[in-house]
């Protein structure tokens, strides 16, 4: 009998590693949000939110508070990245420091210098580039928020954290693709990256305009972030991976235009402010400044922004696709099987072939283990 347990755990095991292959795939939408699931998607598409994300679980962080619904990790997947990279920046804040964490499980120790509160500057930032951020980071931020009274320092933690929220957001893509079932399911894609696209342009406008006016009303505190190169690496990696991360989601937004015929300015929410913003920094004093901070000149941006056709509409926050933009899952589908579809039969015929696999072996062991038991049966003690 022990050989028989043994062929049926061997059994159950293969039919357990070819769902656990499809569950982040097929499922992810309604995974029920355990530490597991989220750990498993994100080594499936994120390494790096894995480990931000594995740091505070193994300090028992309360990281499952930043989900609020049960059963859709990709709803919150984003803050929640967000959020305990502001943790893992703030392990060594007591020590007058900040971990900018860079990937790889990586992260530069950034060295605090003297600051002044962001928010003395607000009063230089124009009614037009007053984003919604604008309030709650710089105008009239909490007691302690970390953007105002660590200065720089702070623009850079929070800079920082929107990047890995929207790189987790950018990484899933492919889930997105494999959950959704109308395209009313890229609702969160497209709220989640957009608004992660916006925080480039309001943090990396604050952190210029900072200098700027510390240049211009704070000499000895701008000399002193400008010579502080722990800064100055780690503001020049975040920013170019940032970037990067947004050209590569131009890139994914406009396959989902495409694929679901959704229109421009459903797609690309906040985008009238987003082009303000990247027009601002790309006027020469912000480009002499970032000379400064990574020693090459500002890659221009201009080019990846897109020209809104109505403005109001694409400035509106809410949501998004309406009835008369979306597809049925059928078309999307028909989409992916014109475009892409070539993978999604391949995949059906590796798990179609393993499926038949594993009854083949199982049938055979079946075969070997009568043979054996019967072979058992004949023999006769003396
Ligand atoms: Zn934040």
């Known amino acids: 009998m022990r050989q028989r347990k043994n062929i049926w755990r061997m059994a159950a095991l293969l039919t357990a ?13 309604a995974m029920p949000v355990t530490e597991e699931n989220i750990l498993a998607l994100l080594d499936e598409y994120d390494p790096d939110g ?3 994300l594995r740091e505070s679980f193994s300090r028992r962080e309360n990281v499952l508070g930043w989900f609020e619904k049960e059963n859709d990790i990709l709803a919150d997947i984003d803050t929640a990245v967000h959020e305990e990279t502001h943790r893992y920046t703030f392990r060594s804040h007591s020590l007058k420091q900040e971990d900018i964490y860079i990937g790889g499980q990586q992260h530069i120790c950034v060295k605090y210098t003297n600051v002044f509160d962001s928010t003395e500057m607000s009063g230089e930032i124009p009614e037009e580039l007053r984003t919604s951020r604008f309030d709650t980071y710089i105008g009239s931020p909490e007691q302690n928020l970390a953007s105002n009274i660590d200065g720089i320092y702070g623009l850079l933690n929070e800079f920082n954290a929107y990047s890995w929220g929207m790189n987790t957001t950018v990484s899933l893509y492919d889930c997105y693709w494999s959950a959704a079932e109308s395209p009313l399911d890229w609702d969160g894609y497209i709220l989640q990256s957009c608004n992660d696209r916006q925080a480039y342009g309001d943090f990396n406008y604050y952190i210029l305009k900072y200098l700027l006016y510390a240049q211009k009303h704070h000499p000895d505190i701008y000399r002193d972030i400008i010579a502080n190169e722990s800064f100055r690496e780690a503001y020049q990696i975040t920013e ?3 970037r990067a991360l947004i050209a590569k989601w131009e ?10 015929h959704i229109e421009k300015a459903s797609a690309y929410l906040f985008d009238d402010q987003y ?8 006027k020469p ?13 500002m890659p221009d941006m201009r080019g990846t922004v897109q020209e809104s056709d109505n403005a109001a509409e694409a400035a509106n926050d809410s949501i998004l696709m309406t009835a008369n933009n979306v597809k049925t899952y059928n078309t ?12 999604w039969w391949r995949s059906l015929l590796i798990i179609g072939g393993i499926v038949a ?14 043979t054996w038991t019967d072979k058992m049966n004949s023999r006769t003690c003396k």
């Open 50 to 52: 894995a480990y931000i």
């Open 240 to 242: 170019g991976r940032y």
């Open 17 to 29: 590693a070819v769902s656990a292959a499809n569950l982040c795939l097929t499922e992810a939408k």
């Open 285 to 297: 004093e912000y480009r002499a400044v970032y000379r400064l901070l990574c020693g090459t000149d």
């Open 332 to 343: 999307i589908t028909n989409d992916k099987d014109t475009d892409g579809g070539q993978d």
């Open 251 to 260: 890139q994914q937004t406009a396959e989902i235009m495409e694929r679901c």
């Open 357 to 370: 696999g594993a009854v083949i072996f199982v049938l055979i062991l079946t075969a070997i283990d009568n």
């Open 275 to 282: 082009r303000r913003l990247i027009n601002e920094i790309s």
